[in-house]
T-cell receptor
Framework: DGGITQSPKYLFRKEGQNVTLSCEQN?????MYWYRQDPGQGLRLIYY???????QKGDIAEGYSVSREKKESFPLTVTSAQKNPTAFYLC????????????FGPGTRLTVL | DQQVKQNSPSLSVQEGRISILNCDYT??????FLWYKKYPAEGPTFLIS?????DKNEDGRFTVFLNKSAKHLSLHIVPSQPGDSAVYFC????????FGTGTSLTVIP
């Protein structure tokens, strides 16, 4: 089955700790994205990657880092510099063209205690 | 600055009636528009899309209308079913995707 997986579904961390959220896709998509969803807000773009070993900051990249060493994988690290990290994080991928639909993973709910 | 706006945070409709969800955008360079449906604690799933060269696209019970001069698109669901109850996001594509804030649709049996 082709798709996007994110793990874990729920994640708890203590304040001040870095945490890495995984995102894997087997759709052979070139582009991958990380979004954050907060109550009452739309999906806000954190980082995106159009191709392996390249990524760009989105609208709210501060306090986050990513890597794209493999086409299938786009992990997101939430660092201790992120002021308000508790949120629902969604990973997505799309084909080469910008107007292709994005396919989303199930999301990870991160709670920082 | 929000480039894609959904001004109605929630909508309730009786089963069998039409649901109309609205979306406005500010950037005339957007060339592709999409609607996603999202259940709680799940990722959004693609519903229907429309290119800027069209003004209507229909897929079963779902129809998306695009009014470029007004920078407005709408999603019509008819007839509405209880299983349609979810949050609906509109999205616009230029060099990247921009999402609205979502409208929570409740279809009352």
């Amino acid at each position: 089955d082709g798709g996007i997986t994110q793990s874990p579904k729920y994640l708890f961390r203590k304040e001040g700790q870095n945490v890495t959220l995984s995102c894997e896709q087997n759709l052979n998509h070139d582009a991958m994205y990380w979004y954050r969803q907060d109550p009452g807000q739309g999906l806000r773009l954190i980082y995106y990657s159009q191709i392996v070993n390249d990524f760009q900051k989105g609208d709210i990249a501060e306090g986050y880092s990513v890597s794209r060493e493999k086409k299938e994988s786009f992990p997101l690290t939430v660092t201790s510099a992120q002021k308000n990290p508790t949120a629902f994080y969604l990973c997505a991928s799309s084909g080469e063209l910008a107007n292709n639909e994005q396919f989303f993973g199930p999301g990870t709910r991160l709670t920082v205690l | 600055d929000q480039q894609v706006k959904q001004n109605s945070p929630s909508l309730s409709v009786q089963e069998g009636r039409i649901s109309i969800l609205n979306c406005d955008y500010t950037n005339s360079m957007f060339d592709y528009f999409l609607w996603y449906k999202k259940y709680p604690a799940e990722g959004p799933t693609f519903l229907i899309s429309i290119s800027s060269i069209k003004d209507k696209n229909e897929d079963g019970r779902f129809t998306v209308f695009l009014n470029k001069s007004a920078k407005h698109l709408s999603l019509h669901i008819v007839p509405s079913q209880p299983g349609d109850s979810a949050v609906y996001f509109c999205a616009a594509s230029g060099n990247q995707f921009y999402f609205g804030t979502g409208t929570s649709l409740t279809v009352i049996p």
